[in-house]
């Protein structure tokens, strides 16, 4: 009987470790540094890892006036030095970590400014490290040294900066800093780099968005079926499925695949047969559960549920569950 114990316990230890092996396997890309948060090209602007829940929600109606000066000077600097978006939401991120975004004359130790740099660590003088045009290049001065922080998540590259001793706390500013850069960040396609923007070969890819329209319109007035892919009915994925294979580029399956399957941008400055999503949680693209096509002047084609047909409709930009970025199909996005 004890042996039979004995052989029992060590059967079930064996049992248990297959079991962690598997469940390890499975998971391996939960850490935040295994996600892929964009182009090496610096073009994406990374909003929160799906696998997370921000701690904290700022809209950004929520800033105050010396914050919104604050974050236009980031933006305006970063523009005047050519610097794709992706370095402004990291300034932004730690600005708002570390000073919430006020140009504090008062910290920890030493510690001033928006990015309560020390004097005594070499950041620049006390009237330096207080002066927001000093602060926010010596800011990029030093993200531009870090290795990787184009393809790194922004909160990370944030901490390399900062060197703080809580290096998780950059990352809960994410969806916030996606948000001010679309709201007030303007046209940020000037300040991304040509292979991410023109892949394609001149006029290639309105071509394939006017394709991708056509496709789509003319399939208006079919009935909405949870899981089709046509021809005689779509669910809003599936729609856009062909609509895209019609013009010659291969989407995933379902919206929330669908949003990582191009290049995005600040949801505002969508151009014509970009995709727009919905999530329960904006902040969370792993809460999508709406996929639409923007047509340009404010509307949208659509498989909406099944109470209406395929549709066209008007889309406001701050219409609720819209998430702050739209995806454009056939860019292809390298993975870091």
């Known amino acids: 009987m004890r042996r039979w114990l004995v052989g029992l316990l060590a059967l079930g230890m064996l049992g248990g470790l297959i079991a962690m092996v598997a ?8 850490g935040s540094g295994d996600f892929t948060f964009g182009a090496p090209c610096g073009t994406v602007l990374a909003s929160t890892d799906p696998r997370e829940t921000p701690r904290v929600a700022v809209q950004v109606s929520d800033l105050d006036p010396e914050q919104r000066a604050i974050v236009e000077q980031i ?17 932004i991120q730690a600005g708002m970590t570390e000073s919430r975004l006020h140009n504090l004359h008062y910290g920890d130790r030493d510690s001033l400014g928006i990015f309560q740099m020390r004097p005594s660590q070499g950041w620049g003088s006390v009237a330096q490290v207080t002066d927001p045009s000093y602060e926010i290049n010596k800011f990029y001065d030093v993200l531009l ?13 944030a901490q390399d900066v900062e060197r703080s001793a809580f290096p998780a706390r950059y990352h809960q500013w994410e969806p ?20 991410c923007t023109a892949p394609l070969p001149p006029g290639a890819s309105s071509e394939v968005a006017e394709r991708a329209m056509r496709f789509a319109l003319g399939e208006v007035g079919k009935p909405y079926v949870w ?7 779509y669910d809003c994925s599936g729609l856009m499925l062909r609509a895209y294979e019609s013009a010659g580029v291969t989407l995933p399956r379902v919206a929330r695949q669908q949003y990582w399957a191009g290049a995005q941008l600040p949801a505002r400055q969508a151009q014509p047969g970009d995709l727009l999503f919905w999530g329960y949680d904006t902040s969370n693209p792993d809460s999508i559960h709406h996929v639409a096509m923007y047509l340009g002047n404010g509307r949208i084609v659509e498989a909406a549920n099944q109470t209406v047909p ?17 995806v454009r199909p056939g860019v292809p996005v390298a993975k870091a």
């Open 310 to 326: 395929l549709r066209q409709r008007a889309v406001s930009f701050d219409e609720h569950e819209l998430m702050p970025l739209a």
């Open 145 to 157: 040294t870090v290795p990787g922080w184009e393809t790194r998540r922004p909160g990370d590259s």
């Open 227 to 233: 899981g089709a892919t046509g021809p005689n009915a």
């Open 23 to 30: 469940i390890a396997t499975l998971l391996g890309g939960v």
């Open 75 to 91: 933006i305006a600097i970063g523009k005047q030095r050519r610097l794709p978006p992706r370095a402004w939401q990291i300034a």
């Open 176 to 195: 916030l800093a996606v948000n001010v850069i679309g709201a007030v960040g303007g046209d940020v396609t000037e300040f991304t780099r040509v292979s």
